[in-house]
């Protein structure tokens, strides 16, 4: 998706790529392949396309949940209280933040959505948001 709408992106001079992934351990854990390594393969992506669009105003970041999040990734016979998982909505205001002109020049970062903390780019640069994305 991101190869089919970079064009236009790139022609607009403005746009926002977002990766959704997962932890680094769970990119990594047993049983969990072919859904691992293509998030592992996602991350390094992350990485080489901010890089090939790096001055033409498109942002290509990846955003994870932070930990076990309440999807059907986890099976309801595992945990019984869905409640101790992170909810989805948790992803809601760094996601939108990143898909707005205040995230400009933020770039190959890795944003842990569970961490998100919108005070603090009152007092930091957002070029600081997360951490760089890769390992």
Do not use: C, H
């Not at 390594?37 to 970041?61: F, Y």
């Not at 989805?88 to 760094?94: D, L, T």
């Amino acid at each position: 998706m991101a190869k089919a709408i970079a064009p236009t992106l790139v022609a607009q001079g403005w746009g926002r790529i977002v990766n959704i992934e997962t932890s680094n351990y769970t990119m990594m854990m047993e049983g969990f392949s072919p859904y691992g390594p293509s998030k592992a393969a996602l991350e390094a992506a992350t990485v080489i396309w901010a890089k090939d669009l790096a001055g033409t105003g498109v942002t290509v970041n990846a955003l994870a949940p932070g930990g076990p999040a309440n999807t059907r990734m986890i099976p309801a016979t595992e945990v019984t209280d869905r409640s101790t998982l992170i909810q989805p909505e948790v992803m809601i205001a760094a996601v939108v933040w990143l898909m707005s002109p205040r995230s400009d020049g933020v770039t190959g970062r890795r944003i842990i959505a569970k961490e998100w903390d919108a005070a603090r780019l009152a007092s930091e640069s957002p070029e600081k948001v997360g951490t760089p994305a890769g390992w």
